[in-house]
């Protein structure tokens, strides 16, 4: 019993190190970028020595492809979070891709490095993480195409959408208006922010009512 709480110490220990260094890291790659942030500086920022830097990621590659993985892990925890909420509670499924829309307006105000960088290396082609970036993204789309999906099936949605395309476009939505938001419009709330993305999404921008 000591043995396993010794371990379950250090595990905790030893994510608490990775998150530093992971919020360290996309702190500076956002200010900076990524090719002039140096691993001297990681350690620096996260308060911890060089060596620790090394001995939880083999190199700063690493340490970003694995920053990706868990940041977008956290986004897909959450919109599928929404979605299981919605489901308990009794909503449809238009009523979980709107939960959905917030929890991501959620996490990227919370998160807005992250999803400035994320958001980058999407539209680069030459980096070494390419392929995990693509896998990581497709978690958090999958999320969003198994509700419309479920949607199509039980006839809330039209079986004539997309649901690939119709589930990368919500993403893409929910990514370009908040960083939007951000930039631009910072005295909006996040509630302004998704009340606009819900009457997108239920098709009101029209104006027509019914």
């Not at 396993?4 to 608490?16: L, Q």
């Not at 060089?50 to 977008?72: C, D, M, P, Q």
């Not at 925890?77 to 449809?92: D, H, I, K, Q, V």
């Amino acid at each position: 019993m000591e043995s396993s709480s010794a371990t379950a110490g250090v595990s905790t220990r030893r994510e608490a190190t990775r998150q530093k260094l992971y919020e360290a890291a996309v702190t500076l790659i956002a200010e900076q970028g990524f090719s002039a942030t140096t691993v001297d500086e990681i350690a620096e920022r996260a308060g911890v020595a060089k060596g620790t830097v090394y001995y939880n990621f083999a190199s700063k590659s690493v340490l970003f492809e694995e920053l990706l993985r868990h940041g977008v892990g956290l986004l897909t925890a959450s919109l599928r979070e929404a979605a299981e909420m919605t489901a308990r509670a009794g909503g449809g499924k238009v009523d979980a891709l709107d939960a959905m829309i917030r929890a991501g307006l959620v996490f990227i105000d919370r998160y807005p490095a992250f999803t400035q960088l994320y958001v980058a290396e999407l539209w680069r082609t030459n980096r070494a993480w390419q392929s995990t970036l693509m896998v990581v993204r497709q978690q958090a789309v999958a999320v969003v195409e198994g509700v419309l999906r479920e949607g199509v099936e039980n006839g809330e949605f039209s079986d004539e959408i997309d649901v690939p395309l119709t589930a990368s476009a919500l993403v893409g939505m929910v990514l370009v208006a908040a960083l939007d938001w951000q930039s631009f419009q910072p005295e909006r709330s996040l509630d302004d922010v998704h009340a606009a993305l819900s009457r997108l999404l239920q098709g009101r921008v029209s104006g027509r009512k019914g």
